[in-house]
């Protein structure tokens, strides 16, 4: 793995960037920086030539400064650099050409649904069909904007040695909401992102009648789905707060994330990490029920990740983003954001196998004649444009992962 050094403008220096983090005078050199930035840009040194060294972006989050990865830039980072990550041309993101504008480091987004009870309701996302096959999204939705805030957290890309514990986790998402705006609004000042255990993260009951048409985001891991009498469910978190989902809400879901609820039905076995973690990042708004107020859902959008955080899509995937990071390799989900099912993208991509990178394919399903013809489409792709790449076809045991090159 590279040294993470960091050219800093206003000293004209470089450097580490544990130093900058995590002492006095790196803090003190970031809160500097900071209000310079857009002229002055850091840069990740990760890249020999300065004209190739992509810039970074110095945040605050509460008192403490702290530096990442400018949008879309991943790529850009030498593939040893702990901030490398794939091009996003693999990923769902393309499709949003009409709902997905830079400005710098702000990324500006159209959504397909309201934050406030006067605008209209939810509409679905304007779709045009492009002469090549694909789509061009003139909205994005709930699924949209998790899997953006996790790309740009970072979370969908993995370095050997990385500790991501939920508290770094929570951070990144945090700031990374720093940088996103659903329209004119700043997506942080709508997001509530759980926090430790026994944390207050939720928003306030509303004390003017008037705000209780506000709607707020909320981001936690799911622990329990309890269904309630009338169809619905509760859906607990792992801190312990429960969320009412009505019976038409739950079945827009269950239509959406069909695995994912599957895997709430099956509780892991204690000490275990056979299930995935669920996350929910969900449309709410406070409702009284029996006397009392409670968050209700409107929409939401679900999505599964191991126990470091890396996305995946079902138990196989969870296998091998697994076993990925026990052998210390580096490698990116790519996420399919709002993509439809019969889009074709790699399950993983790993990137310390050369100087290309290695499509990995993970195919879950037999006996299914549209899923077989996605997996030949795969192979066929691949093979025409001459990519190595790796599969693996359940039950058959897991292959041998491309050999590491250049570490």
């Not at 840069?43 to 702290?66: E, M, S």
């Not at 009498?229 to 801190?239: N, Y």
């Not at 009284?288 to 959008?301: E, S």
């Amino acid at each position: 793995m590279c040294a993470h050094r960091i050219f800093v403008p206003v000293r004209s220096a470089v450097y580490d960037l544990d130093w900058l983090l995590a002492t006095p005078g790196g803090q003190g050199l970031l809160g500097k920086s900071h209000p310079a930035q857009r002229r002055h840009r850091l840069r990740c040194t990760c890249q020999l030539d300065p004209a190739r060294q992509p810039g970074l972006v110095v945040r605050l989050l509460g008192d403490h400064y702290y530096v990442a990865r400018m949008p879309d830039t991943g790529h850009l980072h030498e593939r040893r650099c702990a901030m490398f990550s794939e091009d996003p041309a693999h990923s769902g993101v393309v499709e949003y050409e009409g709902a997905l504008r830079y400005s710098g480091e702000m990324a500006q987004v159209k959504v397909s649904f309201p934050l406030h009870a006067s605008l209209s309701q939810s509409r679905a996302p304007a779709v045009t069909l492009l002469a090549h096959g694909g789509m061009r999204r003139g909205s994005m939705g709930m699924g949209g904007v998790l899997a953006l805030l996790w790309t740009h957290a970072g979370l969908n890309s993995w370095t050997p040695g990385m500790v991501l514990p939920w508290v770094r986790v929570h951070t990144r998402l945090v700031g990374a909401a720093h940088a996103i705006y659903l329209g004119k609004r700043r997506l942080v000042d709508h997001l509530f992102v759980q926090g430790e255990p026994r944390a207050n993260w939720l928003p306030t009951v509303p004390v003017q009648e008037e705000d209780w048409g506000h709607y707020k985001l909320v981001l936690f891991k799911i622990a329990t789905a309890v269904a309630t009498p009338h169809g619905g469910a509760w859906f607990k978190s792992t801190s312990g707060d429960a969320f009412l989902v009505t019976q038409s809400v739950l079945g827009a879901l269950a239509r959406s994330y069909p695995r994912v609820l599957h895997t709430l039905e099956h509780p892991p076995v204690a000490g275990s990490r056979d299930r995935p973690n669920v996350i929910c990042l969900g449309l709410v708004h406070w409702k009284v029920v029996r006397g009392a107020p409670c968050l209700c859902l409107l929409q939401g959008a679900l999505m599964m990740t191991n126990w470091r955080s890396i996305p995946v899509e079902s138990a196989y995937e969870l296998l091998i983003a697994d076993q990925l990071v026990e052998q210390e390799r580096r490698f990116t989900k790519p996420m399919r954001f709002d993509a439809a099912e019969e889009e074709v993208f790699p399950d993983f991509l790993l990137s310390d196998a050369g100087l290309d990178s290695v499509p990995m394919e993970v195919y879950g399903v037999s006996g299914n004649p549209v899923y077989e013809a996605r997996k030949q489409v795969k192979r066929a792709l691949y093979q025409a444009s001459g990519t190595r790449f790796w599969e693996w076809s359940p039950p058959e045991a897991v292959p041998p992962f491309p050999a590491r090159v250049g570490e």
